[in-house]
């Protein structure tokens, strides 16, 4: 992986508590799984950025080198690789997604 890639996608982890690598935006969403993860965090009323992966190639080839995960959406929270869509929607179901949101001290509406 490029220098440059490699830099831009530790600096949307760094500079954002949650943030989720996705196809679309979290206003509209360009694939299912995507738009999973997204109502997720919608439903929890968590702050997250979006990074549109359709925008850049080179990042959305990237980030699963990054993550060593071969799958899109990939969330992070806290620059903790969380999962995609079917982790984060099974940690949601049984409730660890939101313990880890208050670990971490990220407020969300169950608190």
């Known amino acids: 992986m490029e220098e440059k890639i490699k830099n831009v996608i530790e600096k949307h982890i760094e500079n954002n508590d949650v943030c989720l690598f996705m196809k679309g935006t979290p206003d509209a969403p360009q694939c299912g799984f995507s738009m999973a993860v997204s ?19 080179s990042i959305r080839e990237g980030i699963k080198v990054f993550s060593d995960w071969p799958t899109i959406p990939q969330l992070y929270i806290k620059k903790e690789f969380v999962g ?21 001290g990220i407020s969300s509406k169950k608190d």
Do not use: F, R
């Open 84 to 104: 995609g869509c079917d982790i984060v929607k099974e940690m949601y179901e049984n409730g660890e997604l939101k313990k880890i949101l208050q670990d971490k």
């Open 39 to 57: 109502n997720i965090l919608k439903i929890l009323e968590v702050n997250y950025k979006g990074v549109n992966v359709l925008e850049d190639q």
